[in-house]
């Protein structure tokens, strides 16, 4: 069974400061893509990477494709207390084009 | 260009009754997707779904849950004899192509008493 696991679970961190999502498994994906949530919502797509090694940037939020393409990172500088939310990794399993793979989320709260 | 449309968005339902879901895709997309989240999880993949055809079933239970997409009309996703461990938000994405981006709707919160 491929898993993907997001650490930190939680985090809470004042405005202004920068942080680091991480989405990481032992499998390799064909994608990965990285969505937000909010509550009472639907995921809502941020940004898919594809190349081993991609880096893609969104305003402050810095993506990255793990070489190996088993892990990625999602890097917010200068955190706002817009960003808060829940934010989702999820992978496109090779050979199932269609079937993603969730990591449980990192659910953030930016802190005026 | 109207987004990927779920409803009711809350259900309640007391166990023993059924629950059906509906999920009216993006305008030009014929690919269906049901995820079902529990609280503090990620999605886990139930259906997928072309036009009167299921693709791969693999993430739903066997029993007491169905889907359909038939040719008129949305996406169905029917839960019969609903137990409290059927309660979640329940999401549907749907996409142009297979292996397209997905878009999700809003979710249907079902709650089971």
């Known amino acids: 069974t491929q898993l993907l696991e997001q650490s930190p679970q939680f985090l809470s961190i004042q405005e202004g400061e920068n942080l680091t999502v991480y989405c990481n498994s032992s499998s390799v994906f064909s994608s990965l893509q990285w969505y937000r949530q909010e509550p009472g919502e639907g995921p809502v797509l941020l940004v898919t990477v594809v190349t081993g090694g991609e880096v893609k940037k969104l305003k402050r939020l810095t993506f990255q494709f793990g070489d190996a393409r088993k892990d990625s990172s999602l890097h917010i500088t200068a955190a706002q207390p817009g960003d808060t939310g829940l934010y989702l990794c999820a992978g496109e399993a090779a050979g199932w084009n269609y079937q993603l793979i969730w990591g449980a989320g990192t659910k953030l709260i930016i802190k005026p | 260009n109207a987004g990927v449309m779920q409803n009711p968005r809350h259900l309640v339902r007391r166990r023993g009754q059924e629950a059906r879901l509906r999920c009216s895709p993006m305008k030009g997309h014929s690919h269906v997707y049901w995820y079902r989240q529990l609280p503090e999880e990620g999605l886990k993949f139930m259906v997928y779904?072309?036009?009167?055809?299921?693709?791969?079933e693999s993430g739903m239970p066997k029993e007491r849950f169905s889907a359909e997409f038939p040719k008129e009309g949305p996406s169905i996703l029917r839960i019969q004899q609903v137990v409290r461990g059927d309660s979640a938000a329940y999401f549907c994405a749907s996409s142009g192509l297979a292996g397209d981006t997905q878009y999700f709707g809003p979710g249907t919160r079902l709650t089971v008493l």
């Open positions: 779904l072309q036009k009167e055809n299921i693709i791969d």
